[in-house]
């Protein structure tokens, strides 16, 4: 299949180093992008009615589930009603399906507060488990909160804890060692995510989906996601649905093997993902951060708060202007990911392990999502997970 953003201005003339193939030199170019030059003109942005780019006439209409979830049940997950969501697709990606934000005015603001301030607390798991101590561990937002509320006043300061955060995984949890999950890994999925995933994937045609995992990921501005295909999960029928808020991103969806050269696309604050079917197990990674243009700002469609006022049976909890204030001031320069996934097939079972894969420790692995000031962890990056 052929992918437009292998060819379009200065990425052909980028010279492709030593055994290197066409996905990675797509990935170090926009790794080493300028925002404001024409770098970024063959990145689709799907913001725009109908996606915006060179390789915008490669974007579809994708036709949605509407009448499998009802308007109620969008708003307590803080959804539009599906019959007003833009939804397309790619051509030469069938199962691909892009959301651009349906969230209503002001919700991104609980999911937000939900990956910094709850999500992150144990029993999850996160990446400063393995180089610290479960106690001091035990609530990074608490120990955050006010590092990050006098950000602006002294920027030399240390970074806070939640500024370290650079994984967390919910539900079954992902041996990144082992690349596995296992039945005795476990702990309690977050009802109200699980609730806002079954509602995206019913309107994408996936009526029954479990959300049993989830990987969230924390980037910086210098943070970059490694080249890698989701296959852990045990069923690979249901869909990846993939959850982005705060600084946008560039997003690289390839083929299922890395000399298939990949199609750029924007992700801003908001938007949704979907990989399904045959787009499910393909390559993606994610090159680079945006800085906002504006300077150090939010995206404007977080200006807006939260109602005061929710429905009764809301899955979706207020959000006080101070525990918003530590949000703004850390997704001033970041971004928050989260991807969920159905591990098993109904009625179907982990596979017997060995006992001696049982007693491995789960936290052996490095983080996958990676800072450009550790050559470490670059070559870590630079693997298929």
Same mark, same amino acid.
């Given at each position: 299949?052929?992918? %437009? ?261 924007? %992700? ?86 060995? %006992? ?30």
């Amino acid at each position: 299949m052929g992918k %437009m953003a292998a060819v379009v201005g200065p990425v052909a003339a980028l010279a492709t180093e030593p055994g290197e193939d066409a996905f990675r030199k797509l990935f170090r170019f926009y790794r080493q992008s300028r925002p404001g030059t024409g770098d970024l003109g063959g990145v689709i942005d799907f913001s725009a009615a109908r996606g915006t780019g060179p390789g915008a006439s490669k974007v579809v209409r994708s036709q949605l589930s509407v009448s499998s979830v009802s308007e109620h049940d969008a708003h307590r997950a803080g959804l539009q009603p599906v019959n007003k969501w833009r939804a397309y697709g790619l051509e030469g990606y069938p199962g691909f399906i892009f959301i651009p934000n349906p969230f209503l005015p002001g919700y991104q603001w609980h999911w937000v507060k939900q990956c910094l301030k709850l999500y992150s607390q144990k029993p999850n798991v996160c990446n400063l488990d393995k180089h610290m101590a479960e106690q001091e561990t035990q609530d990074v937002w608490e120990q955050s909160k006010e590092f990050l509320r006098c950000k602006e006043m002294n920027k030399r300061r240390p970074r806070s804890l939640l500024e370290k955060l650079r994984w967390v995984t919910l539900g079954y949890h992902y041996n990144w060692d082992s690349k596995k999950y296992s039945a005795d890994h476990y702990t309690p999925f977050p009802s109200d995510l699980a609730f806002l995933s079954e509602q995206v994937a019913a309107a994408c045609g996936f009526q029954g989906f479990r959300a049993e995992a989830g990987i969230l990921n924390y980037y910086r501005l210098d943070s970059t996601l490694g080249i890698h295909v989701d296959k852990s999960e045990l069923d690979h029928s249901k869909p990846l649905l993939s959850f982005s808020f705060g600084q946008s991103a560039i997003f690289l969806l390839g083929g299922l093997k890395r000399d298939e050269a990949p199609t750029a696309m924007f %992700m801003h604050s908001g938007d949704i993902m979907v990989m399904s079917g045959f787009s499910r197990l393909l390559n993606h990674a994610v090159p680079r951060v945006l800085p906002n243009p504006e300077g150090e700002g939010l995206p404007h469609c977080l200006d807006t708060p939260l109602p005061a006022v929710l429905p009764r049976d809301s899955v979706v909890e207020p959000c006080s202007l101070e525990d918003w204030q530590v949000c703004a001031s850390y997704l001033k320069t970041a971004r928050v990911n989260m991807t969920v996934r159905q591990v098993l097939a109904t009625d179907q079972d982990f596979p017997l392990e060995h %006992m001696e894969e049982k007693k491995r420790d789960n936290l052996t692995g490095f983080c996958h999502l990676n800072d450009q000031d550790s050559q470490i962890k670059r070559a870590r990056l630079n693997s298929d997970s």
